[in-house]
Structure formats: C-alpha cells, structure tokens
C-alpha cells in the first residue's frame, strides 16, 4: 500500500481539523489503520486506530474526547476528526497500516507498514 493523508493546515486554538487517510491505486478494505502524530524533538505517539470492521484501538490519552477515527470504505478513506485542539497537538500525523486485522493496545512503530508521508497540522493563534 502506499498510503496518502490530507487535511492538515493551521487553526486556532479550539478548533477542528478532519485529516484523510487514503490510497493511490489499491483499496484499504481488510486492513486496521493507525494514525500517529510526532510533535517537534519528541518520539511519534500512537493516536488511534480502526479495524476493517469499525472497531477502535485505544486512543491516547491526550486526544480521549477530542479525537474520532473513522472509516468509509466506499470512498477508500480513513478519518481522524479532530476537535478541541490544543497547541499541545500540534505535529505531522501520519497514517499506517497495522500488520495485523485488529488493532490491539500497542503502537509500536515496528506493528505498523507502509507509512504515509504524513500531513502537518499546526495549532496557533
């Protein structure tokens, strides 16, 4: 797979973003996708991630409430809605795709393939 997200940019404190995940040329049907998020000089932090069916890994602590991860397979997409941003969540999210059906409760890097590019999303007044 070669994964693709959209949707970052630069809002206000307090406000939303709804970033894309998609694929050029194959379909994300079957596969868990992860979105994770390095902020500037820390370590990438999973952020939540979605079966094939619509289950949900654990979402980090820092976004429980704010962040909703989805999927719409007729249009190849995974989502990340994003709500109440915070400086604090500023950072390049990536989206990958777990190496496995299911999620489970570990992101370890090394459990997911084929990364995106990754969109920056940048929180400021």
């Known amino acids: 797979l070669q994964l693709v997200e959209s949707g970052g940019g630069v809002v206000q404190p307090g406000g939303s973003l709804r970033l894309s995940c998609t694929t050029m040329g194959m379909t994300l049907e079957g596969y868990a996708i992860g979105w994770f998020r390095q902020a500037p000089g820390k370590e990438r932090e999973g952020v939540s991630c979605i079966t094939n069916d619509d289950r949900t890994g654990p979402y980090a602590d820092s976004v429980k409430g704010r962040f909703t991860v989805s999927r719409d397979n007729a249009k190849n997409t995974v989502y990340l809605q994003m709500n109440s941003l915070t400086p604090e969540d500023t950072g390049t999210y990536s989206c990958?795709?777990?190496?496995?059906?299911?999620?489970?409760?570990?992101?370890?890097?090394?459990?997911?393939?084929?990364w995106g590019q990754g969109t920056q999303v940048t929180i400021s007044s």
């Open positions: 990958a795709r777990r190496n496995h059906y299911y999620c489970g409760d570990s992101y370890s890097p090394t459990l997911y393939s084929d």
